[in-house]
């Protein structure tokens, strides 16, 4: 019953917070949008194999045609329908500056220190598990170049919003899987491998410890 009343009411909520030409996509919000806005800002004049880890639609890489990209990248993803959109959608693009395979984040098929920027936005929480996320980061660290860096973000759990729509989520949406984190959580994985948290960028309120969503980027000293 409560499904019936709420999942009408936030698919209009996400309607409302998407950009026209985005509205139906299920990657589509205003909050994602930013998130990926600030990636292309942290990502801009690096150049060297960037490696998106759940791309899905390949939303990240709509930039990539710009005059003086230098980034080659890689894009991965578990479904094979959000790979055949985004090969579709870049296909014009030239062979070598893009490639998308279809591979786990807990299992990434590139060697150690081999990727020089690995990110990893808006999929998280969608993970079943902590476990589950913390293999992923650990993947992102082996891959990493010691010159390089990892980016992803961490839907807050101490912000109450956050915690209470995903605690609940049950009651408006059956068939998704939420779940949010302190940010403590997910970076001591990677501060206890050797990285160190170069920025955190709250998206959606300004002071980071209560922010809804918090970009990090990480890296080697």
């Not at 993947?139 to 980016?151: A, L, Y």
Request: glycine share 6%.
């Amino acid at each position: 019953m409560f499904s019936k009343i709420l999942r009408p009411l936030t698919d209009l909520v996400r309607h409302i917070l998407s950009k026209p030409d985005e509205r139906g996509d299920p990657t589509s919000d205003l909050f994602r949008l930013k998130i990926r806005d600030k990636v292309r800002q942290i990502i801009k004049n690096n150049r060297g194999l960037l490696l998106d880890i759940g791309c899905g639609e390949g939303l990240l890489f709509e930039t990539l045609p710009a005059k003086g990209n230098m980034l080659r990248c890689v894009g991965i993803d578990t479904e094979h329908e959000m790979l055949e959109t985004a090969s579709d959608q870049f296909r014009k693009m030239q062979p070598h500056s893009l490639n998308l395979l279809k591979a786990h984040a807990q299992n990434l098929p590139f060697l150690n220190k081999s990727i020089d920027i690995a990110i990893c936005i808006n999929t998280f929480y969608n993970f079943h598990t902590k476990g589950d996320v913390i293999a992923a980061l650990e993947e992102m660290e082996r891959v990493c170049k010691r010159d390089g860096f990892i980016v992803f973000d961490v839907r807050n759990k101490i912000n109450p919003l956050v915690y209470l729509s995903f605690k609940f989520v049950w009651l408006y949406d059956t068939q998704v899987t939420l779940n949010a984190y302190s940010l403590k959580e997910l970076t001591t994985a990677l501060t206890s491998s050797g990285m160190v948290i170069k920025e955190t960028i709250p998206i959606g309120f300004p002071i980071t410890m209560l922010a809804p969503i918090i970009l990090v980027k990480a890296g080697y000293q």
